[in-house]
Structures are given as C-alpha cells and as structure tokens.
C-alpha cells in the first residue's frame, strides 16, 4: 500500500452541510450568490505576481470574484454579464476571459474581457468582444475557453468548431483563424496541438494540429463506442492524454489513451469506483484533478497511467453517488499554494488542498542586460503546461507548480524571444533572475 493511503477519513463541516473527505485541507466556502432554479457552473483561478490568489465563479448573473487570502475566503468583486447561462472563464496575465452560453446580448453576451490588475480593490469589465462571421453574422455564444501562448480559443456555443483569437494586445482581440469541424465542446492546447472534444453523437476526441492558426488541420480522430467526450488533458511527459465522458451509452469513467503514436492511439485503462459522472480532468504532475459531479473532487494518481489510484477527494454533494447533473462542475489546482478551488453547482466556491501534493515556487526579476533595468511585461510560456506568467512593474515574476524542469519561452516586445528551463524544488522557493538583450544590441 502507497504512504499516502494510510491516512485518517476526515468529516467536515461547511456551509454545504456534511462533506466527507480523504486527504484535505479545508479553507472555506463561498456561497453568496445562489438563486433559486439556477446553478453555479465553472471557476477558475488568478495568481497576481505578488503571489495574491484569487478564484474566479460562475453565477446566475455574472462572475464573483473571491479572495482566497482570506480565511473564509470572501467575495471582493461582481462583474456581470448576461443572464442564465452556464458560465466559463480562464485568465492571461492580468485578465479574465468569460464565455457564456446565454444568448442575452443586452447584458453582454460575448467574451467579456475583465482587467484583474487592481485587485482585491475592485475588477474593471475593458469591453465584450463578439466574433463576427464572414457572412456578417455574429457569434456570441461560447460553451468554453482554453488559452495557450497568445492565443485564446473559443469552443462550441453556436459554432461548430473552435475560433482563435490572437490576444498579444489582450484589450483588442483579433481574429486569428477557426476550425469548421465537429461541436467541439471543449479543448485543450499543448504547444500547438489542440484536443478538441466532439462530444456530440460519438464525435470523439479530434486532435488538431494548430500550428497555421488561420487553417488548423485534423491529426487524428480518436473515436469508442458510444463516446460523449466532454474534456480531456494531456500528460506532462505527453505521451497519454485522459478523457472524461459526460453523455453517451459508454460508462462515464475517467478514461487513459496512449498517445505517444498518434498514428496509432492505444486504450490503456479507465478509472471508476461510483455510479456518478465524471465532468472535467485536469492534470498537475502525476496527480489529476477530476471534477466528478455527485462524487466532488477526486485527486487520482496516475504515476502509472497503466494503474491509476485514488489518492484523496472532497465531497461537497451531500447525498449519495447517482447519475445525475448535481455537485462539483469545476475545479482548478494550479495555484502556487497547492489549495485547488472546486466549483458546486448548488453551493458555490469551495477551496481545498490534497494534502499530498507535491508543489514548489520559483520567483525573480527579469532585467535589461545591458541597463540592468527591471523590465515589466515579459510573458513567461510554459507551453507544455498551457500556462503564462508574466512580469509586474518592477520586473517581478512568480511560477509555482510540481517538482520538475520545465520549458520557459520568455518574450518582450523589442527583446525577441529566448526559451530555457525552469527547475521547480519541492517545497523550495528558488530564486532565479534572468537578463535579457534587445534586439538592437546583438540579439540574445
């Protein structure tokens, strides 16, 4: 038996009522925006560079704002947008990309692009951007959001494909290409390869490759028997990519794929122990995160994808297992401090962390190698983690994730771009500065 399965059962109460959980740390609820006859949908989280954490909430009306400094966490900010619809959202620097599904244009159906800079003071909506066809329509529903690089790609809504968007002027959007396949549902982006989720009659899982953004072009389809692919998340390594299936006559399990030949993607096993269904994965070094409806959060080891283990979960679904739409929507690990943030669809924002988790921080200053000044707005891509950070002010930056090297591509308008790697210590904070040359000066 794994050390981390010896471990107490741990009952918890919260605003939720009795939540049961194995191997978690519990900092708190936010429910401050439940509304009869509707349901809270996504969350996802924000890391100023100083380190400050916040989560980001789908409710009825609009996106709350959570302070997850604060023990309880509390809401800081509303930003609204259109009614009744489910709501999804990611961040880029300093802002929050939110998609919804509702068609009330009047209150800002679109992508509602939201400047985070001046938390926890306030969230300032910069405008709502709505794709514009080439015949004139215009397109302003979304199912969801994923970003990767400099770009930002919209999924499903009332498009079949996906549209990207070029966000290296994160105020003013442009158009940057689509993908006029399949409902893609949701995707996820690993450099430029996209894994875009055709959910809808047996779609399958449609790997992508996007490298002319203007024209992706198909890699390989990877379709199974009754398949209702909702979202999926690659290895760190690369080489196997999970699945979760939410519709479909397949058991909505956890699903593991080889995936070192795309040419030839082999089933490696599935994942299940309830007769609940499986939402949204998300993986952090061996560990994934998964959202699982009724069952809440279910942290599972996949060190050996060929066996994968239950390594902890949080329960915030007071009833039973059952096949049904209720409980957690959402979930986001990927914060410096290891807490992971859980979205219920009844009882709002829960912040948790595995108690087993693995993290460590780098941090820094980037300077002009030649002035030796600090040079604010360098974006920091982690391209096989779809993950950016970037400089504040004074030249700052901070990464916090799993022990490992990591590539880093740095780049600054003027500087051009230079990529490394990035070494992250358990439960270390290592401090690495960086100094880069101008174009103008010899290049770097």
Same mark, same amino acid.
């Given at each position: ?40 949908? +996504? ?21 709350? @704002? ?13 930003? =609204? ?55 004139? +329509?215009? @397109?302003?529903?979304?199912?969801? !959001? ?6 930002? =790609? ?9 549209? $990207? ?22 995707? %996820? ?9 055709? $959910? ?7 790997? /992508?490759? +996007? ?7 198909? $890699? ?9 692919? %909702? ?47 499986? %939402? ?21 080891? @996949? ?10 979960? =949080? ?10 739409? !209720? ?14 943030? /859980? ?5 709002? /924002? %829960?912040?948790?962390? =595995? ?19 600090? /040079? ?16 504040? !002010? ?7 994730? +799993? ?42």
């Amino acid at each position: 038996m794994k050390p981390w399965l010896v471990v107490a059962w741990l009952v918890v109460i919260s605003s939720s009522g009795l939540s049961q959980s194995l191997s978690m740390e519990y900092f708190g609820n936010v429910n401050t925006r439940s509304v009869p006859g509707f349901r809270y949908s +996504a969350c996802w989280g924000y890391t100023a560079v100083d380190g400050h954490e916040y989560a980001l909430l789908g409710c009825d009306s609009g996106t709350a @704002i959570i302070d997850m400094q604060a023990i309880p966490p509390v809401e800081v900010d509303f930003v =609204y947008g259109p009614k009744n619809g489910w709501r999804e959202m990611k961040t880029y620097l300093h802002y929050a990309y939110i998609v919804s599904e509702s068609s009330d244009t009047l209150n800002g159906a679109g992508v509602q692009i939201v400047d985070l800079r001046n938390l926890p003071d306030s969230a300032s909506l910069i405008k709502t951007f709505i794709w514009t066809h080439t015949t004139g +329509a215009r @397109i302003s529903r979304v199912h969801s !959001v994923s970003v990767s690089g400099n770009y930002l =790609y919209l999924n499903g809504g009332n498009f079949s494909g996906i549209r $990207i968007l070029d966000i290296s002027n994160p105020e003013d959007p442009i158009q940057a290409g689509s993908y006029n396949g399949p409902y893609i549902h949701d995707s %996820h982006v690993r450099n430029d390869t996209i894994y875009g989720s055709a $959910i809808n009659s047996g779609g399958g899982l449609d790997i /992508l490759d +996007a490298t002319n953004k203007a024209n992706p072009t198909r $890699i390989q389809l990877l379709q199974y028997p009754g398949s209702g692919t %909702h979202n999926a998340w690659t290895t760190l390594d690369g080489k196997h990519v999970l699945t979760t299936d939410e519709i479909g006559t397949t058991p909505k399990t956890l699903k593991i794929w080889n995936i070192a030949n795309l040419n030839s993607i082999q089933y490696v096993t599935e994942y299940s122990n309830t007769i609940s269904i499986v %939402h949204n994965v998300f993986i952090k070094g061996n560990l994934a995160y998964v959202a699982w409806y009724a069952d809440g959060l279910k942290v599972v080891d @996949i060190s050996n994808p060929a066996s994968p283990q239950l390594a902890g979960y =949080y329960d915030t679904y007071p009833g039973a297992p059952e096949a049904n739409y !209720v409980g957690v929507w959402g979930a986001d690990p990927y914060f410096p401090s290891g807490k992971v943030i /859980l979205s219920d669809m009844s009882t709002g /924002l %829960h912040v948790v962390r =595995y108690t087993g988790d693995k993290r460590g921080i780098v941090k820094g200053v980037i300077t002009d190698y030649w002035t030796g000044s600090p /040079l604010p707005d360098v974006i920091l891509h982690f391209p096989n983690l779809s993950i950016t950070r970037w400089t504040d !002010v004074d030249g700052k930056y901070l990464f916090g994730y +799993a022990p490992g090297s990591f590539r880093v591509k740095m780049e600054r308008a003027g500087y051009g771009t230079f990529e490394t790697l990035i070494t992250v210590t358990e439960n270390e904070t290592t401090f690495v500065n960086w100094k880069i040359v101008r174009k103008t000066a010899g290049g770097f």
